[in-house]
C-alpha cells in the first residue's frame, strides 16, 4: 500500500465533498483497516459505513460510535445491532420491505431502544431497494416511524460502474441524487420525518455536481482505486494505491508464458474488466518499484499461480526466477479482503530501485 496515493485520494474525495456542502461516510468495507480509516478524518473516529457486523463490531472497538450498516437486514442479525446500540453507538441498518422493517419496529419495542433505519431506494435496478414511487415505499416509512426507528433513506448507483464517460458519470449520480431526493419528499409529503438522504458509490461521488437535498455522500473503494476505477475514467492508473507482490517461479516459453506464485488466493477471481473497452485480465504487472512493465498482464490464474503474458505485440520481457514484480488489481476491496495486512510504501519519497518496506499495518479482527 502506498500511502502517499492515499492520502492524495483521500484528500480528492473529501474536498469534494466539502465542496458540495454533504457529510463524507467512507465505506471501511474496502480497507478493513483501523490504521486506514483513521486517514480518512486526519486521526479521529468519524462518520463510517460497513458492509458487515463483523465490521461494525471491531470498528466500535476501535472508537467509532456512527456507523451506517449498509446490507439489507436479516432479522436474525439484531440481537448484535441491538448489542451495539447498548454501547452507545449510532448504528443505521437499511431495509427494503414491510417485513423487515416490521422486524426492526419489534425489537425496538421489545427493547426499548430506537433502531434507527435506512429505507434503500433502487436508483438502477443494479441490486436492492424500492424505487421512490413504490406503493409500499411510505408503508415501511410508516411501520418504522411508529416504533421511532426511521431516519431516512439510502441508494447506490451499482450501474455506475458500467458508465464509461463522463457524461454518462454524470448522468449517473443525477439519477442517483434525484431518486433519493424524491424519496426523502414523498416520505415528508406523507408527515414522516426525513432525516438521512445518503447517497453514494466511487464513481457517482467523484462524478455528482450538485447534491441538493442529499445529507450524505458514500464511497469507499477510491482510498485505494483499482482497474476497475481506472477503465471507467475515475483515476489513473498511477493514482492505485494497493499492489500484491508475487515472485517469478518459472518459464513456459514454448506458451509465452512467465508463472509466479500469485494466484486468484492472491489477487481474487474478480475480472471486472472483462467487459471493459480494455480488459485487464487479473491485473497490470509493474516492477518492485511500481514501473508499469509495456504490456505485460496477468492473464490466467489458478489458486495459487498466476500466468503472464505479453499482448500487443509486446516483447515479453526477461524476468528470472525469484525476480519480485507487482500486481494491480481490478478490484481492490476483494484483493485485499485475500489478506490479512498491508505492507507500507511511501511512493512521495521515492522508489528506484525498490521501495523500503517501513511498517506493518494490520487490519481488524475478524479478518
Known amino acids: 500500500m502506498d500511502v502517499s496515493k492515499v492520502r492524495r485520494n483521500i484528500e480528492r474525495l473529501s474536498t469534494h465533498a466539502e465542496r458540495l456542502?454533504?457529510?463524507?461516510?467512507?465505506?471501511?468495507?474496502?480497507?478493513?483497516?483501523?490504521?486506514?480509516?483513521?486517514?480518512?478524518?486526519?486521526?479521529?473516529?468519524?462518520?463510517?459505513?460497513?458492509?458487515?457486523?463483523?465490521?461494525?463490531?471491531?470498528?466500535?472497538d476501535g472508537g467509532y460510535t456512527d456507523i451506517t450498516y449498509a446490507v439489507g437486514i436479516d432479522p436474525h442479525k439484531l440481537p448484535r445491532v441491538v448489542a451495539l446500540l447498548r454501547r452507545g453507538v449510532t448504528l443505521r441498518v437499511l431495509l427494503d420491505s414491510v417485513a423487515q422493517a416490521e422486524s426492526v419496529a419489534q425489537a425496538s419495542r421489545l427493547t426499548g431502544l430506537p433502531l434507527p433505519a435506512l429505507i434503500e431506494i433502487d436508483c438502477d435496478g443494479h441490486r436492492g431497494g424500492v424505487t421512490s414511487e413504490a406503493p409500499e415505499l411510505v408503508e415501511i416509512g410508516r411501520t418504522l416511524h411508529t416504533a421511532g426507528c426511521l431516519d431516512g433513506v439510502l441508494t447506490h448507483a451499482g450501474e455506475s460502474y458500467f458508465a464509461y464517460t463522463a457524461e454518462e458519470l454524470r448522468l449517473a449520480a443525477e439519477n442517483e441524487r434525484d431518486c433519493a431526493v424524491a424519496a426523502?419528499?414523498?416520505?415528508?409529503?406523507?408527515?414522516?420525518?426525513?432525516?438521512?438522504?445518503?447517497?453514494?458509490?466511487?464513481?457517482?461521488?467523484?462524478?455528482?455536481?450538485?447534491?441538493?437535498?442529499?445529507?450524505?455522500?458514500?464511497?469507499?473503494?477510491?482510498?485505494?482505486?483499482?482497474?476497475?476505477?481506472?477503465?471507467?475514467g475515475v483515476c489513473r492508473v498511477e493514482d492505485l494505491a494497493l499492489s500484491v507482490v508475487v515472485t517469478v517461479i518459472g518459464h513456459r516459453s514454448e506458451h509465452g508464458w512467465i508463472?509466479?506464485?500469485?494466484?486468484?488466493?492472491?489477487?481474487?477471481?474478480?475480472?471486472?474488466?472483462?467487459?471493459?473497452?480494455?480488459?485487464?485480465?487479473?491485473?497490470?504487472?509493474?516492477?518492485?518499484?511500481?514501473?508499469?512493465?509495456?504490456?505485460?498482464?496477468?492473464?490466467?490464474?489458478?489458486?495459487?499461480?498466476?500466468?503472464?503474458?505479453?499482448?500487443?505485440g509486446a516483447r515479453l520481457p526477461e524476468l528470472p526466477i525469484g525476480t519480485r514484480?507487482?500486481?494491480?488489481?481490478?478490484?481492490?476491496?476483494?484483493?485485499?479482503?485475500?489478506?490479512?495486512?498491508?505492507?507500507?510504501?511511501?511512493?512521495?519519497?521515492?522508489?528506484?530501485?525498490?521501495?523500503?518496506?517501513?511498517?506493518?499495518?494490520?487490519?481488524v479482527a475478524g479478518w
Not at 445518503?198 to 464513481?203: E, K, M, W
Not at 516492477?287 to 489458478?302: E, Q
Open 21 to 60: 456542502g454533504v457529510v463524507l461516510r467512507p465505506h471501511v468495507k474496502t480497507a478493513k483497516s483501523l490504521d486506514v480509516a483513521a486517514l480518512l478524518h486526519h486521526g479521529a473516529p468519524g462518520p463510517v459505513t460497513v458492509s458487515t457486523l463483523a465490521e461494525a463490531e471491531a470498528f466500535v
Open 184 to 232: 426523502a419528499e414523498r416520505l415528508r409529503a406523507a408527515d414522516l420525518p426525513v432525516a438521512t438522504v445518503s447517497v453514494g458509490s466511487t464513481p457517482t461521488a467523484h462524478a455528482a455536481e450538485d447534491l441538493t437535498g442529499v445529507t450524505e455522500l458514500r464511497a469507499g473503494n477510491y482510498v485505494f482505486f483499482d482497474l476497475v476505477m481506472a477503465g471507467i
Open 259 to 312: 508463472i509466479t506464485d500469485g494466484g486468484w488466493m492472491a489477487m481474487s477471481r474478480d475480472r471486472g474488466t472483462s467487459v471493459q473497452a480494455q480488459d485487464q485480465g487479473y491485473g497490470l504487472v509493474t516492477d518492485l518499484a511500481g514501473h508499469p512493465i509495456p504490456g505485460l498482464v496477468m492473464t490466467g490464474a489458478s489458486q495459487e499461480h498466476g500466468t503472464l503474458t505479453a499482448r500487443d
Open 325 to 363: 514484480l507487482r500486481i494491480l488489481p481490478n478490484h481492490a476491496c476483494a484483493t485485499a479482503a485475500q489478506h490479512r495486512g498491508y505492507h507500507v510504501v511511501d511512493g512521495a519519497h521515492g522508489t528506484d530501485p525498490a521501495p523500503h518496506i517501513h511498517d506493518f499495518w494490520g487490519r
